[in-house]
């Protein structure tokens, strides 16, 4: 059984001058049809001349060009003229005549070189048909050559209109691809530094505090098994991270959330962080991406405590409401940065847009003691 829905796309299967060859062969064959003999274009009204063998040949000249308008628009475009010159001259004025118009649309659109000189050329060339016309007794008047070549005119330039809507088009269709590429590589960006930092920051601080810990194999031994969990779990968040990339990964990976705020603040107590963690009230069953927010909020300012304020003491406060989500991260200022990788601004760029891309609000500033603290409104429910 045939299904009949394929038969667009496997019409588009074949060379664009097949599918063209299909308009030129119906308009010359219909053009050889006595039902349409009185519909023809007449440039000149001179009396129509019944068509004979050489009517064919006209024809022929006329309409099957057409089959390379697209690939060949400028050869379309000169041999359709001839022939319907040949064919307005010789008072056939068959419904071939059509092609000349479809033709001039065709060129305005698809031709690329010399357009102007096309144009021009052509132009010109009305001149000594119309000469010719008049001179073979055609009581057609000025205005009736001017208004047909000002249809001529307005065919090429509906042409020429589709090939800069086309263009437009395009232009646009890139602008949307490069925007969305740039939207992309800073999520990714952002989602390496999220993950990344936090875990790094932690192994570096870790790492620096066992060195003074030689004379105590057994606080050493734990700083040591510290680092080397936090690796681990570095290498499982990236390879979390790296499913979520992946454009063929299984919709149902899991995002960390509110839900493993707990174990996030145990990990920054056991890298030599103080952290104070209270939450009040319970999630809502429907948060969509808010609690995925929230989760990084608190990571990366408690990375920011680990980096710039190592060994202060930092509270971490976490407010459900009915339709928000309420995060404060603050420090006492009271720290050290000994150890601590230098940061580029980039995390706190990226939470702020973070809530704002889910209509919420975001603030990070200095305390008046010497600390930071930063604080999060985010609307839960919003679509993941």
């Known amino acids: 059984m045939i299904d009949f829905r394929r038969v667009p796309d496997l019409w588009m299967r074949f060379d664009v001058t097949v599918r063209d060859s299909s308009l030129a062969l119906f308009l010359a064959a219909t053009s050889l049809l006595p039902a349409v003999r009185n519909y023809g274009t007449q440039l000149g009204d001179l009396p129509t001349r019944p068509l004979d063998a050489a009517a064919a040949l006209v024809i022929a000249l006329e309409c099957l060009p057409l089959a390379v308008r697209r690939r060949w628009p400028a050869v379309c475009l000169l041999l359709v003229s001839l022939g319907f010159a040949l064919d307005q001259l010789l008072a056939y004025h068959t419904a071939g005549g059509t092609a000349l118009p479809i033709a001039l649309i065709s060129s305005g659109l698809h031709l690329e070189r010399h357009r102007r000189v096309i144009m021009a050329l052509l132009s010109a060339a009305y001149v000594p048909l119309a000469v010719a016309l008049d001179r073979s007794g055609s009581p057609e008047q000025l205005d009736g050559y001017v208004t047909f070549f000002l249809a001529l005119v307005l065919a090429w330039g509906a042409g020429a209109w589709l090939r800069s809507a086309r263009a437009a088009e395009a232009e646009a269709r890139l602008r949307v691809a490069e925007a969305t590429r740039a939207a992309e590589r800073t999520r990714i960006a952002r989602e390496l530094h999220d993950v990344v930092t936090h875990h790094v920051t932690a192994m570096v601080v870790q790492a620096e505090a066992a060195r003074y810990l030689t004379a105590a194999p057994e606080r050493l031994d734990a700083a040591l098994t510290a680092v080397t969990d936090t690796g681990r779990r570095a290498i499982s968040d990236l390879r979390r991270l790296l499913d979520l990339l992946n454009p063929d990964h299984d919709s149902d990976v899991r995002l960390p959330s509110v839900g493993e705020l707990r174990t996030l603040v145990e990990q920054t107590r056991r890298a030599g962080q103080p952290v104070e963690f209270?939450?009040?009230?319970?999630?809502?069953?429907?948060?969509?991406?808010?609690?995925?927010?929230?989760?990084?909020?608190?990571?990366?300012?408690?990375?920011?405590?680990?980096?710039?304020?190592?060994?202060?003491?930092?509270?971490?406060r976490v407010r459900y409401g009915e339709k928000e989500i309420y995060v404060e991260v603050g420090t006492d200022g009271s720290g050290s940065r000994t150890g601590a990788p230098g940061g580029s601004g980039r995390g706190l760029a990226g939470l702020r847009e973070r809530v704002d891309a889910l209509g919420g609000e975001f603030s990070a500033d200095r305390q008046a003691g010497g600390?930071?603290?930063?604080?999060?409104?985010?609307?839960?429910?919003?679509?993941?």
């Open 278 to 316: 209270t939450e009040e009230g319970e999630p809502a069953e429907s948060t969509g991406s808010a609690e995925f927010v929230a989760y990084r909020v608190v990571q990366e300012s408690l990375t920011n405590a680990l980096k710039y304020a190592h060994g202060s003491r930092t509270e971490v």
């Open 371 to 384: 600390g930071f603290v930063v604080r999060a409104r985010i609307p839960a429910g919003s679509p993941s």
